[in-house]
Antibody, heavy 120, light 110 residues
C-alpha cells in the first residue's frame, strides 16, 4: 500500500520560502511508472497543479507557468522523498498543499495535506 | 490555464441517477483520454474514482461511471447513495503538459 506523508511548517512569512517534504512508502521516487506531484487547493483558486518530478532514465522536473519562476521540486533518493520550495510567497499562496502520485494519468495517492498560512 | 467548468451543485434522492458535467477544450478534456474524477469529503484529501475517462480503480463501486462527448466529460451516479454526498472534481492533462482541475460540484443527497 503506497502512502505519502507530508511534513513542513504551516506558517510562512510574506516574501519568505515555503518548504514542504513528502515521504514515500510502498513505492520509489525513482520508479519509471509514476510521477510525483505538488498540488494546492484554496477557496479562491480551487485546485492548482504546481509541478512534478519523475525519473525516466534521467530526472525531469516540470512546472506550472503560474509558479515557474518561483518553484523548485527535488527528489531525494536516499530518503525516498521529494520536496517543494516556493520562493517569495504572498498571501495568494495560502492554501492546502498536497503531494500526490500520478499513475495512469490520474492522482491515485495523496498526502494528508498541509494548511499553509502566509502571514507576518 | 483556465479551470474546467462544473456545475456548482447537484442533488438527488437515494437511488436516483445523477450526472455531473465537466467542460473544457480540445486542448485538455477533448484532446486526451486523460480525464479523471475525484471525490473529496470535508477536511480530507481527494480520492480518485475514475481515471482515463471511463476506468474505475479497484474498490470503487460500479455505480460510478465516466464518459466523454467532445470537450465535455461526465460523471454519472447510477443509484445515488447517502455516502456519495461530497465534493467532486474533474481533472485533465492538457497540451501545455500541466494538469487542470474542475471548479468542483457539491453533491447533496436529499
Amino acid at each position: 500500500q503506497v502512502q505519502l506523508r507530508q511534513s513542513g511548517p504551516g506558517l510562512v512569512r510574506p516574501s519568505q520560502t515555503l518548504s514542504l517534504t513528502c515521504a514515500i512508502s510502498g513505492d520509489s521516487v525513482s520508479t519509471n511508472s509514476a510521477t510525483w506531484n505538488w498540488i494546492r487547493q484554496s477557496p479562491s483558486r480551487g485546485f492548482e497543479w504546481l509541478g512534478r518530478t519523475y525519473f525516466r532514465s534521467k530526472w525531469y522536473n516540470e512546472f506550472a507557468v503560474s509558479v515557474k519562476s518561483r518553484i523548485t521540486v527535488n527528489p531525494d533518493t536516499s530518503k525516498n522523498q521529494f520536496s517543494l520550495q516556493l520562493n517569495s510567497v504572498t498571501p495568494e499562496d495560502a492554501a492546502v498543499y498536497y503531494c500526490a502520485r500520478n499513475n495512469n494519468w490520474s492522482f491515485d495517492v495523496w498526502g494528508q495535506g498541509t494548511l499553509v498560512t502566509v502571514s507576518s | 490555464q483556465s479551470a474546467l467548468t462544473q456545475p456548482p451543485s447537484v442533488s438527488g434522492s437515494p437511488g436516483q441517477s445523477v450526472t455531473i458535467s465537466c467542460t473544457g477544450t480540445s486542448s485538455d478534456v477533448g484532446g486526451y483520454n486523460r480525464v479523471s474524477w475525484y471525490q473529496q469529503s470535508p477536511g480530507t484529501a481527494p480520492k480518485v474514482i475514475i481515471y482515463e475517462v471511463t476506468s474505475r480503480p479497484s474498490g470503487v463501486p460500479d455505480r460510478f461511471s465516466g464518459s466523454r462527448s467532445g470537450n465535455t466529460a461526465s460523471l454519472t451516479f447510477s443509484g445515488l447513495q447517502a455516502e456519495d454526498e461530497a465534493d467532486y472534481y474533474c481533472s485533465s492533462f492538457s497540451s501545455s503538459g500541466s494538469y487542470v482541475f474542475g471548479t468542483g460540484t457539491k453533491v447533496t443527497v436529499l
